[in-house]
């Protein structure tokens, strides 16, 4: 499967799990919401760990590497995390979902600025696209 399958796999999948998690706050706070989706996280690091890599792949993985993932693992998966559910439990799914979907407008920036990425036309429109499709959602 090449590159653009696997990112419309994981944005039909990443589509799902909003309205997952819009109908399971239903009825409880945030944070223990989160509980539970952390739950979730910790079934799928255990089936990494029995059934796809061996110990010499964990063991092989610099201190840096480790430390930049289990960084980025806790503010996706956390800190960001709380920060959607306060959104989805007060807001609409359709309007929520898609404005913190607008990460990559994040990314381009930092990608550019930190890691020295270019800067494309093409990019730039997308970007602006994406900026107003999060305004028209907010005005309609």
Not at 15 to 24: A, D, F, T
Not at 32 to 41: E, K, N, P
Not at 91 to 101: K, W
């Amino acid at each position: 499967m090449n590159a653009f399958l696997w990112a419309i796999l994981a944005a039909c999948i990443w589509g799902v799990v909003p309205l997952l998690e819009k109908v399971g706050l239903n009825k409880i706070d945030v944070i223990t919401g989160l509980f539970y989706r952390c739950f979730g996280v910790v079934i799928g690091l255990l089936f990494l760990g029995v059934f796809i890599l061996s110990p010499q792949q964990i063991k092989s993985v610099d201190v840096k590497s480790a430390a930049l993932l289990v960084l980025a693992g806790f503010l996706a998966s956390f800190v960001a995390q709380i920060a959607f559910y306060h959104g989805l439990k007060l807001g609409e799914i359709s309007r929520v979902v898609p404005v913190s979907g607008i990460y990559p407008v994040f990314a381009f920036i930092f990608g550019i600025l930190i890691l020295g990425e270019g800067i494309s036309l093409l990019k730039c429109l997308g970007i602006i696209l994406a900026v107003l499709g999060v305004w028209l959602l907010k005005i309609g």
